[in-house]
């Protein structure tokens, strides 16, 4: 008697332990996971004075500096997202093997800046480019000229040719921010 008392009580706190799970455990994980990027250091370079380079860093939004644009001037511009690991930041190739996760679009505002997404920028399957390497060509800016940068990820649909093939500042449709800086360009 005991010994079936036993098996039952046995069965009974196994029943109740099963029984008793988290129902987080049901819950699906994010599979997107990623380390957060901290810091955007953005780097152009005159196309036609190459000892003119201007780098800005970005880290929780506030710039370290501003772009000083020239009218007439072609640069080469350079994005670099850094994550942070204890006590520094470094460069993260996330954002390179999940290309086709991702996407970058820019929007001047009180400036005249053309951008064109260079031709050793990251190629998405889609044929996009990515937006880490582009070209600005500067026709005007004011004293309040920004540059706005925001990288995309996940979005629904992505358009580089927007507003134009001469002009690709890029646009997209859904998806969530993962960066949104905005940098002084006059």
Known sequence: MKKLLNITLALLAAFFILSCRN????????????????????TLTNKANASDVQTVSV??????????????????????????????????????????HHFI?????????VVVRAANDIVRTDGQRLGLRTEWTINSTQETGKMNIKLVHGP?????????????????????????ITVDAH
């Open 156 to 180: 629904a649909t992505v358009n580089q040719n927007y507003p134009s093939a001469s002009n690709q500042l890029g646009q997209t449709t859904g998806g969530e921010t993962d960066v949104d």
């Open 105 to 113: 679009t820019f929007n001047p505002a009180n400036a005249d800046i």
């Open 23 to 42: 129902s987080d455990d049901d819950v699906p994980e994010d599979v997107h996971e990623h380390d957060e990027i901290g810091k955007v250091v953005l």
């Open 59 to 100: 880290i929780s939004g506030v710039a370290d500096g501003h772009l000083h644009l020239h009218a007439g001037d072609t640069y080469s511009a350079v994005l670099d997202f850094q994550i942070k690991h204890d006590d520094h930041y470094h460069s993260s190739d996330e954002i390179e093997e999940e290309k086709d």
